[in-house]
């Protein structure tokens, strides 16, 4: 992390903005989501083989919109017919799942804002139900992401909305500063893709976490701050929470 990374944040009323995937989390909330799935019984092998198959596709391409698409509504098309309550209790589980995987230096950075009277939101193009469950149990004000479209409590495999991702994310983050009443100027974001340019433009601080080669070129060229992380923090917080799951059950 770079030195300028430990500036103490202003005290004003602003928001934070986080991305999830590889900006919070050192990995695919999708991939994460649909393991999870599986243990659950919702899906079985092979529609996870299937699943996979675009997933790998998504991670060797990039992320894409159009890529990003078929793999989450691929995703999504598995999970039609859940109740509600159901997709709760595998986001839940979901975030059980990713919390080994959350990189302690944005963690850290997410409850500095809150310490310092931040709304933290995070904002994603994961399905809404896992946004929002991720948020709550870090503690953040809320979870933006794709919005799922729910019929007498039963998901449709539907999305009520386009993908939480690139232009929309900006759009989101827009809209939700201006109903807050927060000046864009003295907002936060922070994201590793270049695909949230439009969102890191959006406010007065963009910080660029573990950038990809166009984010990082872009971030330098503008005098961004950028934070390279190293997984070796992620097997570090591995080891601690495996080690506080003994010391609990002991």
């Known amino acids: ?47 996870l083989a299937r699943f996979g198959w675009k997933a790998v596709s998504f991670r060797r391409h990039g992320e894409t919109l159009s890529v990003l698409d078929e793999v989450r509504d691929r995703g999504m098309q598995l999970l039609a017919g859940q109740r509600a309550d159901r997709l709760h209790a595998l986001a839940a589980k979901v975030v059980e799942t990713m919390r080994p995987r959350i990189w302690p230096e ?34 953040a004000t809320a979870g933006i992401g794709s919005g799922l479209e729910i019929e007498d409590g039963v998901f449709t495999g539907r999305f009520t909305s386009g993908t939480m991702h690139g232009p929309e994310k900006a759009r989101a983050a827009q809209v939700l500063m201006a109903d807050r009443g927060f000046d864009p100027v003295d907002c936060y974001a922070y994201s590793d893709s270049s695909n949230d340019l439009p969102l890191l433009t959006a406010v007065g601080t963009p910080v660029a976490v573990n950038p990809d080669r166009g984010l990082d070129r872009h971030a330098r060229a503008e005098g961004w701050r950028v934070l390279e992380l190293d997984p070796a923090s992620i097997r570090a917080e591995r080891k601690r929470v495996r080690a506080a799951s003994r010391r609990r059950t002991a």
Do not use: C
């Open 106 to 139: 944005t963690r850290d950075l997410l409850r500095a804002h809150l310490d310092a009277g931040h709304e933290v939101y995070l904002i994603s193009a994961t399905p809404d139900f896992l946004a929002q469950e991720l948020a709550a149990s870090l503690g």
């Open 1 to 47: 992390m770079t030195d300028d990374a430990a500036t103490p944040l202003r005290t004003l009323p602003v928001a934070a903005f986080f991305d999830v995937d590889k900006t919070l989390v050192n990995g695919a909330s999708l991939l994460f989501l649909a393991r999870a799935a599986r243990s659950l019984g919702i899906v079985t092998w092979r529609d």
